[in-house]
């Protein structure tokens, strides 16, 4: 059975950071695109950032230069680092296991989200 677990949230002032973390089990995790998508209250579930297996990245334009997508291969677990945060970044950011090695799009295999706030 397919488990991504994520952890990390919180609330943070303006300017501050987080860094996300995914726990991921019961698949083949080291060949496998990764993503991070986020649903702010009212808005449709967006991309933030992914990285294939090969470690190759790509970012939403609203966090490139803050945010940071990596993964450790040894620990089943991707991490999104988030710098200089925005009160527009407050959302419900969510995991997902892609399809294949590639950056071939989300699987049905989410995580049941994490909550960032940032307000002052």
């Known amino acids: 059975q397919v488990q991504l677990v994520e952890s990390g949230g919180g609330l943070v002032q303006p300017g501050g950071s987080l860094r996300l973390s995914c726990a991921v089990s019961?698949?083949?995790?080291?060949?496998?695109?990764m993503y991070w998508y986020r649903q702010a209250p009212g808005k449709e579930r967006e991309l933030v950032a992914g990285?294939?297996?090969?470690?190759?990245?790509k970012y939403a334009d609203s966090v490139k230069g803050r945010f940071t997508i990596s993964r450790d291969n040894a620990k089943n677990t991707v991490y999104l680092q988030m710098n200089s945060l925005k009160l527009e970044d407050t959302a419900v950011y969510y995991c997902?296991?892609?399809?294949?090695?590639?950056?071939?799009?989300?699987?049905?295999?989410w995580g049941k989200g994490t909550v960032v706030t940032v307000s002052s």
């Open positions: 997902n296991a892609g399809r294949g090695t590639f950056f071939n799009g989300p699987s049905g295999y």
């Open positions: 990285i294939t297996g090969r470690g190759e990245t």
């Open positions: 019961g698949m083949v995790f080291s060949p496998n695109a």
